[in-house]
C-alpha cells in the first residue's frame, strides 16, 4: 500500500503530466494555425501574383495589338437590352488579336450615313469587362429629340445603328480610349454610380471586378426611371452572387406598377441617386467614386461629395459628349484668373468672352454661331482640331488624339491667355 505521502506524490504526477499533456496539445494546435495562416496568406499572395502578372501580359498584349487610325469590326451580335437600349458585339474583321483595355474606357467609331455630306464620328463606352477574346461590346441608347423641341430629327447615330446596322454590318472603330477608368490593383474601396445609359462604363468595371474576384468593398448605385429602362437587370442581380463584397442599391424615380409588385424587387429606393442616399447608406466617405449619367445627376452629385468633404482626386466622372456639362472640371487647369478672356474666331470675324462656365471653346463658338466640325466630343477623334494663331490653351484632360503643334483639340480645349483662333 501506499503511504499517504507516495499518494501524494502519485496526485502531483499526474497534475503535471496533464499540465505538459495539454501544454503540447496547445502547442500543436498553435502550430497548425500557424500553418494554415502561413499557407492562406501564400494562396492569397499567389492569386495577387498570378493577378498581377496577368495584368501586365494583357498591358503587354495591348500594346502589341493596338491600331492606330480605324480598323473595320463586324457586327456578331446585337442584343435588346432594355427600351431603346441594345448591346452590339463587335469582331475585329482582319481575325487578328484584339488588345485588352481599362474597364471604363470607350470606343470611336467614324460612320458615313446615306445623306450627310461628311462622315459622323461618335464614342460609345465598352459595356463589358476586359479579356473576352475575339469581341468587344458596347451598349447604345437611341436618342430621341429633345423633350423641348419633338419636331427635331431624332440622335443621327444612335438611330442609325438602331434602325440600320445588325449582324454581318462592318463598322470602322478607332482603338479603346479614355482617362475615365479604374485601377484593378488597387485595393480601396469603390462606390459606382450611374444613372440611364450612363452605366455602360460601370458595367465595364464591376465586371471586371467580378472576374478577378475582387475582394475589394463595392457598392452599385444605379437610377433609372422604371423598370422598362434597367439596363441588365439579370446581370447585375447575378453579380451580387458571383461579387459577394458588391451591394446593389437599384432606384427607380416613376415605378410602374408592375415594378412595385415585383418579386424579387427590381428597386431598393423610391427616387433619383442622391448624396443624402449615398451619405444614408454609406458607412463613411472613405471611397474612391466613380460616376456616369445625365448632367444634372452628376452635377449634383459631384457638387454633394465635394461639399461631403471627398478628396477632389477621388471622384472620377465622365460626360457622355458636351451636351452633359462637367461643371466642376471646367476650371481652366492651371489659369489663376477669374477675368473673362478675349476669344478671337479670327475667318468668321466674331470675338467672344470665356469665363469658367462658358464650357470648352468648342461650346463657346457653337453657342456664337462660329461653325467647328466635330465628332467624339472627348477629345478623341481628332475632328475638332483648329489652329491657334496666338494664345495658349489647356486641356480638360489629356487628349486621345493626336494634336498638331500649333493647333488644340476644341472639344477639350479652354483658353489659358486670350486666344485667336483660325475659326
Ligand atoms: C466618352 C463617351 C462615351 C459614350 N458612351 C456611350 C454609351 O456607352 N452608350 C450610349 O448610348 N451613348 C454613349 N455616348 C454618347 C454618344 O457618343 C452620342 O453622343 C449619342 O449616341 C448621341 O449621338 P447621336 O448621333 O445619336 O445624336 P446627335 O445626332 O448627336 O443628336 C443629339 C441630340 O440633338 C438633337 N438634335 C439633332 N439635330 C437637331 C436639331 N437640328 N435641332 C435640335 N435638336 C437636334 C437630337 O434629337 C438629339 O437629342 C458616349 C459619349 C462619349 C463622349
Ligand atoms: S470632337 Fe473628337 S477630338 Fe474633338
Not at 461618335?122 to 437611341?142: A, N, Q
Not at 434602325?163 to 479603346?176: E, F, R, S, T, Y
Not at 415594378?259 to 442616399?277: M, Y
Amino acid at each position: 500500500m501506499d503511504s499517504p505521502l507516495q499518494l501524494f506524490a502519485w496526485v502531483i504526477l499526474a497534475g503535471l503530466a496533464l499540465v505538459v499533456g495539454q501544454f503540447i496539445v496547445n502547442q500543436f494546435r498553435l502550430f497548425r494555425f500557424a500553418r494554415q495562416s502561413a499557407e492562406l496568406e501564400h494562396e492569397y499572395l499567389r492569386e495577387r501574383i498570378s493577378q498581377l502578372a496577368q495584368r501586365r501580359r494583357e498591358t503587354r498584349d495591348q500594346a502589341e495589338a493596338s491600331w492606330s487610325g480605324f480598323r473595320k469590326f463586324r457586327i456578331v451580335d446585337k442584343v435588346l437590352e432594355a427600351r431603346d437600349v441594345c448591346s452590339f458585339y463587335l469582331s475585329p474583321h482582319d481575325g487578328k488579336p484584339l488588345p485588352a483595355f481599362r474597364p471604363g474606357q470607350y470606343l470611336t467609331f467614324q460612320l458615313r450615313l446615306p445623306g450627310q455630306p461628311k462622315s459622323v464620328v461618335r464614342c460609345y463606352s465598352l459595356s463589358d469587362r476586359p479579356g473576352v477574346p475575339e469581341r468587344y461590346r458596347v451598349t447604345i441608347k437611341r436618342v430621341p429629340p429633345p423633350p423641348n423641341q419633338p419636331d427635331a430629327p431624332p440622335g443621327l447615330v444612335s438611330s442609325y445603328f438602331h434602325d440600320q446596322l445588325g449582324v454581318g454590318d462592318i463598322v470602322d472603330v478607332k482603338a479603346p480610349a479614355g482617362q475615365f477608368v479604374l485601377d484593378l490593383d488597387q485595393p480601396s474601396p469603390v462606390v459606382l454610380i450611374a444613372g440611364g445609359v450612363g452605366v455602360t462604363p460601370l458595367l465595364s468595371m464591376v465586371n471586371a471586378l467580378a472576374e478577378t474576384r475582387s475582394t475589394r468593398e463595392v457598392w452599385f448605385f444605379y437610377g433609372v426611371r422604371q423598370g422598362r429602362e434597367h439596363i441588365m437587370k439579370e446581370h447585375l442581380r447575378a453579380l451580387t452572387d458571383r461579387l459577394p463584397t458588391l451591394r446593389l442599391q437599384v432606384c427607380y424615380s416613376d415605378p410602374s406598377e408592375e415594378d412595385r409588385a415585383a418579386t424579387p424587387p427590381a428597386f431598393q429606393h423610391t427616387g433619383r441617386v442622391s448624396i443624402d442616399l449615398l451619405k444614408r447608406l454609406l458607412p463613411s466617405n472613405q471611397f474612391d467614386f466613380y460616376i456616369c449619367g445625365p448632367p444634372p445627376m452628376m452635377n449634383a452629385l459631384v457638387d454633394g461629395l465635394r461639399a461631403w468633404q471627398v478628396p477632389a482626386e477621388r471622384i472620377h466622372f465622365e460626360a457622355f459628349g458636351s451636351a452633359t456639362v462637367k461643371k466642376p472640371a471646367l476650371q481652366s487647369p492651371g489659369s489663376t484668373t477669374t477675368q473673362a478672356l478675349k476669344i478671337q474666331f479670327s475667318r468668321s470675324g466674331k470675338v467672344c468672352a470665356w469665363r469658367e462656365d462658358a464650357g470648352s471653346v468648342l461650346e463657346l463658338a457653337e453657342k456664337n454661331g462660329v461653325a467647328i466640325d466635330s465628332g467624339c466630343r472627348a477629345g478623341n477623334c481628332g475632328t475638332c482640331l483648329v489652329a491657334v494663331k496666338s494664345g495658349e490653351v489647356t486641356y480638360l484632360h489629356e487628349p486621345g488624339a493626336q494634336v498638331e503643334a500649333g493647333s488644340c483639340l476644341a472639344c477639350i480645349a479652354v483658353p489659358k491667355t486670350a486666344l485667336v483662333l483660325d475659326a
